[in-house]
């Protein structure tokens, strides 16, 4: 009766001691378990959680991130008190970024919906070459926003009415508090039996300010001032459109030259950053791809990269150097659902010996976190 008596004691006081470490283990365990089956039951695509990595500018890490509305219900601002990047809503065009006193670095003689935009060319099976469809959405949302981070989505269900491409569309743009540039990404699909269709290219592409942007940066050994794009409309056509003899240029050097977008391409393995450098005000702008798991080809394919606009160009998919091989073309109704990205898009400034190194060093940050 007394060892009873004495074990009921002792189970007693353990259970004293640890029922608030088991009350943890259980509790832990319920949120664990709650979180993966939520997870699992929802089809949706959620926001994204981004490291910023070390380009974050912690004398700003006061201003948290912002999203303003100036009355205008067709334009919505994301702003860190870094760079202030402007939509048109609900397309899903990026019309302007604001950044070191510069109030756009678009180029503003163009139109809102040429300036920072999503493309694909697309066809029906059978026809030649089909049209841009610039993917424009027509629902805006704001997915997640705190003073760390906003997430905005702008997209876009197909119907069969529309002479558009058949695809839902969700453009996402994440922007971070501290952060000196713009993570964006898209989501396409199309669901099972959908009309048939080849889709030659998707890219993004942004069109900077003619006036700012000279000197164009693709590798540690090529890089130079170039030509305006002007120049190429004074010039003399060669066998193919792109690729232009420069007869009158406005810089007298590049006379003789001739100039092709061609020439700036790279393999998809080297093609991690590429941009433009203004003189003055000092600024870069870059296209920063540190993997490049989703683009079509395989690390050898050849594309596109920055060229004269100035223009920068993220090439998803192409026909480039391959032709219709790497098309993509889907037949039978089949479904199809792929994300594109995320990429960043990179602003710097200070002295313009230090910018492309700069810009460099973002690849191996590790900007991305799931």
Same mark, same amino acid.
């Given at each position: 009766?007394?060892?009873?008596?004495?074990?009921?004691?002792?189970? %007693?006081?353990?259970?004293?001691?640890?029922?608030?470490?088991?009350?943890?283990?259980?509790?832990?365990?319920?949120?664990?378990?709650?979180?993966?089956?939520?997870? =699992?039951?929802?089809?949706?695509?959620?926001?994204?959680?981004?490291?910023?990595?070390?380009?974050? %500018?912690?004398?700003?890490?006061?201003?948290?991130?912002?999203?303003?509305?100036?009355?205008?219900?067709?334009?919505?601002?994301?702003?860190?008190?870094? &760079?202030?990047?402007?939509? %048109?809503?609900?397309?899903?065009?990026?019309?302007?970024?604001?950044? $070191?006193?510069?109030?756009?670095?678009?180029?503003?003689?163009?139109?809102?919906?040429?300036?920072?935009?999503?493309?694909?060319?697309?066809?029906? +099976?059978?026809?030649?070459?089909?049209?841009?469809? $610039?993917?424009? =959405?027509?629902?805006?949302?704001?997915?997640?926003?705190?003073?760390?981070?906003?997430? &905005?989505?702008?997209?876009?269900?197909?119907?069969?009415?529309?002479?558009?491409?058949?695809?839902?569309?969700? $453009?996402?743009?994440?922007?971070?508090?501290?952060?000196?540039?713009?993570?964006?990404?898209?989501?396409?699909?199309?669901?099972?039996?959908?009309?048939?269709?080849?889709?030659?290219?998707?890219?993004?592409?942004?069109?900077?300010?003619? $006036?700012?942007?000279?000197?164009?940066?693709? %590798?540690?050994?090529?890089?130079?001032?170039?030509?305006?794009?002007?120049?190429?409309?004074?010039?003399?056509?060669?066998?193919?459109?792109? =690729?232009?003899?420069?007869?009158? +240029?406005?810089?007298?050097? @590049?006379?003789?030259?001739?100039?092709?977008?061609?020439?700036?391409?790279?393999?998809?393995?080297?093609?991690? &950053?590429?941009?433009?450098?203004?003189?003055?005000?000092?600024?870069?702008?870059?296209?920063?791809?540190?993997?490049?798991? @989703?683009?079509?080809?395989?690390?050898?394919?050849?594309?596109?990269?920055?060229?004269?606009?100035?223009? &920068?160009?993220?090439?998803?998919?192409?026909?480039?150097?391959?032709?219709?091989?790497?098309?993509?073309?889907?037949?039978?109704?089949?479904?199809?659902?792929?994300?594109?990205?995320?990429?960043?898009?990179?602003?710097?400034?200070?002295?313009?010996?230090?910018?492309?190194?700069?810009?460099?060093?973002?690849?191996?940050?590790?900007?991305?976190?799931?």
């Amino acid at each position: 009766m007394e060892k009873r008596a004495g074990r009921q004691y002792r189970c %007693s006081a353990w259970r004293r001691r640890n029922l608030p470490i088991l009350f943890l283990f259980f509790f832990f365990f319920f949120l664990v378990f709650s979180g993966a089956a939520s997870a =699992a039951g929802n089809g949706k695509t959620h926001a994204r959680r981004i490291n910023p990595g070390r380009n974050s %500018s912690r004398s700003n890490s006061g201003f948290g991130v912002q999203l303003v509305r100036r009355g205008d219900p067709q334009r919505v601002t994301i702003d860190n008190g870094i &760079v202030a990047v402007t939509f %048109s809503s609900p397309d899903g065009d990026v019309i302007g970024i604001k950044y $070191k006193g510069i109030d756009n670095v678009l180029e503003t003689l163009n139109d809102d919906d040429n300036r920072g935009y999503w493309d694909v060319v697309w066809s029906k +099976p059978g026809d030649q070459r089909g049209p841009f469809d $610039k993917l424009r =959405a027509t629902d805006f949302r704001v997915v997640m926003q705190d003073d760390e981070q906003i997430e &905005v989505s702008f997209t876009k269900k197909w119907e069969p009415s529309d002479a558009t491409v058949p695809l839902n569309i969700d $453009k996402r743009y994440i922007l971070r508090r501290g952060s000196s540039g713009i993570y964006m990404y898209a989501v396409l699909e199309r669901l099972e039996g959908w009309p048939d269709v080849d889709m030659d290219q998707i890219r993004v592409v942004f069109k900077l300010q003619q $006036k700012l942007f000279h000197f164009m940066a693709i %590798s540690d050994d090529r890089q130079r001032v170039m030509p305006l794009a002007k120049d190429r409309i004074t010039g003399r056509p060669l066998a193919y459109p792109e =690729a232009v003899l420069l007869t009158h +240029p406005s810089n007298p050097e @590049f006379r003789g030259e001739v100039d092709d977008k061609y020439q700036y391409s790279c393999e998809d393995k080297d093609n991690k &950053v590429h941009g433009w450098i203004s003189e003055e005000p000092a600024v870069g702008f870059w296209m920063i791809t540190p993997s490049d798991e @989703f683009r079509v080809g395989g690390p050898i394919k050849q594309d596109l990269t920055s060229h004269v606009g100035p223009i &920068v160009l993220n090439m998803f998919t192409s026909t480039h150097y391959t032709g219709k091989d790497l098309n993509t073309a889907y037949r039978n109704g089949e479904p199809w659902k792929k994300v594109l990205g995320p990429v960043f898009v990179y602003l710097n400034s200070g002295d313009t010996s230090t910018l492309w190194r700069d810009a460099k060093e973002q690849v191996t940050l590790g900007h991305y976190s799931k």
